[in-house]
């Protein structure tokens, strides 16, 4: 039989791994956008945490980050419950997951959307603020969407980096695509040896599937995006 | 704390002869990935700007597929999934090699900064001035002489921030390696943090060393794209501007 019967475990991990991919896709979103605005407001007391803030993010491994920032928080609530006398509470795996990836990636959205933003020319600033319009404004009609198009190869890039680096979160307990094969393997471990190579291989190709897929999509937001730079076609 | 730091000081940083200490480990793996990697990636990148397609094709399948799946499964089907194919086993050479974690670590480490590496260097050379090369071919040069003159003294060049980037890269991927027994800096960290449940002191001591071995990197890196990046520097306007006298 296909898979030896692993088959439905093996989808429903590869949904949880797309639906942890997505919600740290959306955190590290948000996170990017407030960061990038905090580094180039010019005011010191935004700027500088933002700049220690991907400064420490990126310069520390993310699978070390993610212990880290689990099991140091993991410690915290425990102490705080046992302090007050409560029982313990354990963080949901899945929502440590997205916080965590999130909050890393988080990092790596605010570099490129700096970038972003400085690429697009100050006189478009200048014409919307000769128009009336407020800063906040002038930002999301003017200025987002133009940046977009500057920032779209780096999300493309940040998103698959996302997507491969949910592998890692089996380490701290969650039933991702990863986890499904390795529990096959163990479940599979009498019936002989390739079971292991089978299970593994499987996964490989689930991800390539996933990381070619979300480069198709990538390409056409890109044309999208540029539509107006693009050569007229008779 | 204290204690912590007492009994696992010397396995993060120094150890002993015999005993490396995680800092030596995540040091030697990523310098010999990274070296190893470098060796595969240039003949790799040659081939795939070839204009043949029986050249091209087979490193940009390598590429696709090395990219386009976490090293960590990629370290997995090395380290658990290759040793599980009767075939392997058989064979007494590659018995003994998939048999050690850190032949298996290495070999996933270095195939996947090849692939990465592969990319960066085919983009640079791509990305060459074509008068170079006709000026190149006026002179005479051509095939290993022209690479070598050439295209590779300034694609290496121009690739040079973007490999800095992915050796840092290589240093965060060698974190992995604790996850096949390798007693690596992480690997140190999470002995001390389950020994001493002081899961942020254990941690934040490692991503500290980390931090340090990745702004070391940064730093020297700026230093070479200062020495061989130079000619591309922003020239000062008074520069070549006559002197007054």
């Known amino acids: 039989m296909l898979l030896e019967g692993y088959g439905p475990q093996l989808w429903a991990g590869t949904v949880e791994t797309i639906t942890l991919a997505l919600g740290s896709l959306a955190l590290s979103f948000g996170l990017g956008l407030v960061g990038a605005t905090a580094k180039l407001s010019g005011r010191r007391r935004l700027a500088v945490p933002a700049r220690l803030y991907t400064t420490l993010v990126r310069g520390v491994p993310d699978l070390v980050l993610m212990l880290l920032l689990y099991y140091s928080f993991q410690d915290l609530l425990n102490r705080v419950t046992d302090a007050l006398g409560q029982p313990q509470f354990d963080i949901d795996p899945f929502v440590a997951g997205v916080t965590v990836l999130g909050f890393i990636y988080g990092a790596y959205f605010t570099e490129t959307f700096r970038g972003a933003v400085l690429a697009v020319p100050r006189g478009q600033w200048d014409a919307a603020m000769a128009f009336g319009l407020t800063r906040r404004r002038a930002f999301f009609r003017i200025i987002f969407p133009q940046m977009m198009r500057f920032a779209l190869p780096g999300i493309s890039n940040n998103w698959q980096v996302i997507l491969k680096a949910t592998a890692l979160v089996s380490l701290i307990g969650l039933h991702d695509v990863v986890r499904a094969a390795q529990d096959a393997i163990t479940g599979t471990s009498t019936k002989g040896g390739y079971h292991a190579f089978l299970f593994l291989t499987a996964v490989a190709l689930i991800y390539l599937s996933l990381t070619t897929f979300s480069h198709l999509i990538f390409q056409g937001l890109e044309k999208r995006f540029s539509r107006g730079f693009q050569a007229p076609t008779s | ?245």
């Open chain 2, 1 to 245: 704390m204290i204690e912590l730091l007492q009994q696992y000081w010397q396995q993060y940083l120094w150890g002993s002869p015999g005993h490396w200490s995680g800092l030596v480990v995540t040091l030697w793996l990523t310098v010999a990935s990274v070296v190893l990697g470098f060796a595969l990636a240039l003949p790799l990148a040659i081939m795939r700007v070839s204009t043949r397609p029986w050249l091209a094709a087979p490193v940009w399948l390598f590429t696709y597929v090395f990219r386009g799946t976490p090293l960590y499964v990629q370290l997995l089907i090395c380290y658990t999934g290759l040793y599980s194919l009767e075939a392997v086993r058989a064979t007494p050479m590659l018995n003994a090699f998939f048999k050690d974690a850190f032949n298996c670590t290495l070999l996933a480490f270095t195939l996947n900064t090849a692939a990465y590496t592969t990319e960066i260097f085919a983009g640079a050379i791509k990305a060459t001035p074509r008068g170079e090369v006709e000026a190149a071919r006026a002179f005479g040069m051509s095939g290993f002489i022209l690479y070598r003159r050439i295209l590779l003294p300034s694609a290496l060049r121009r690739a040079l921030p973007a490999y800095s980037n992915e050796v840092i890269l290589m240093l965060h991927a060698t974190t992995l390696a604790s996850t096949a027994t390798i007693t690596d800096l992480l690997k140190v960290a999470r002995n001390a943090a389950s020994d001493y449940y002081l899961p942020f002191v254990a941690y934040g001591l490692a991503a500290l060393l980390y931090l340090a071995i990745t702004l070391g990197l940064v730093w020297a890196f700026q230093r070479a794209e200062r020495k061989w990046l130079a000619h591309l520097r922003p020239v000062r306007s008074d520069a070549g501007a006559p002197r007054s006298v």
